[in-house]
């Protein structure tokens, strides 16, 4: 998608599968499953979605999916089977070295995993080495000191080895990355997760992270359990949404394997989704 300067392409890091229940908490399974079909272990299918946004002077990677480091025992239980990263990079024509900054909306594994790589020694190092990693400091310091319910949402050698090698850059709020993009804090899935928006004069574009993970996800209720502050994402989702619908606002989402981006409209009084390709 062409946008004035900008150049957006959605790219996959491949799918995982996450438990129906947790994906979205208070709602019942009678409801959730007559959107996604879950396996026999209850588990549904997900995208591992990231922005790719390129202008003639930068290179901008939104989020980096689950990565090459997960054990065989991690990629069975989230059926894994195999990083899709560097090969849906290079079909755009980019190497990880030409990868100037990547925004992370959070640290969870399946956003940040694919920040870093084992070298030939097994040692966890940047996946894109010339890249200032742009995470916000609420993220940074809850990442770094989980608590009994998020600890296993969060794998230090994605994140550390960055810090060591002076790539990390801390936001404290809104911040632009470069002209018309900008990181906006959300909170509620976790501390410091953040979104990604994109406002150009013919269009208005934002990635919304694990806030509205899939299109499933848009009505207000389908929060998962995963979610720090569910209260808080509540309110997040209701005063974003009244503005995408207002505003014509194209949504991209993380997690969607089916619909990766589109549009709310209203219609009879009622909003509804319209997918697009992206």
């Known amino acids: 998608m062409k946008l004035g300067e900008l150049t957006l392409n959605v790219i996959s890091d491949g799918r995982l599968r996450l438990d129906g229940g947790a994906l979205f908490g208070a709602v019942p399974k009678l409801l959730w499953e007559r959107k996604l079909k879950p396996d026999r272990r209850n588990r549904v299918v997900l995208g591992l979605n990231c922005l790719l946004i390129r202008s003639p002077q930068r290179t901008v990677l939104v989020d980096t999916g689950v990565g090459i480091k ?22 755009c024509g980019v190497t990880p070295r030409e990868v100037d900054t990547v925004v992370l909306t959070h640290l969870h594994f399946d956003h940040a995993g694919g920040s870093t790589k084992y070298d030939r020694s097994g040692n966890p190092v940047a996946t894109f080495p010339r890249a200032k990693y742009l995470i916000q400091r609420a993220c940074w310091e809850e990442a770094n000191a989980p608590n009994e319910r998020n600890r296993a949402s969060y794998r230090p050698e994605d994140f550390l080895p960055l810090m060591e090698r002076a790539q990390v850059q801390l936001l404290d709020g809104d911040a632009e990355i470069m002209p018309h993009v900008w990181a906006r804090p959300t909170g509620g899935h976790s501390l410091g997760h953040q979104i ?5 004069r013919s269009e208005r574009i934002a990635f919304l992270g694990d806030l509205v993970p899939t299109n499933y996800h848009l009505g207000l209720p389908y929060i998962a359990a995963f979610d720090d502050a569910p209260n808080e994402t509540l309110e997040q989702k209701r005063r974003l949404l009244a503005l995408i619908e207002r505003e014509g606002w194209l949504m991209v989402f993380s997690h969607d394997d089916t619909y990766k981006a589109g549009y709310l409209d209203q219609r009879n009084g009622k909003l509804l989704f319209r997918a ?3």
Do not use: N, P
């Open 70 to 91: 997960l054990s065989d025992a991690l990629k069975e239980r989230y059926g894994f089977t195999s990083s899709h990263l560097i090969r849906s990079l290079r079909a």
């Open 196 to 200: 990604v928006t994109i406002e150009g």
């Open 276 to 278: 697009v390709e992206l």
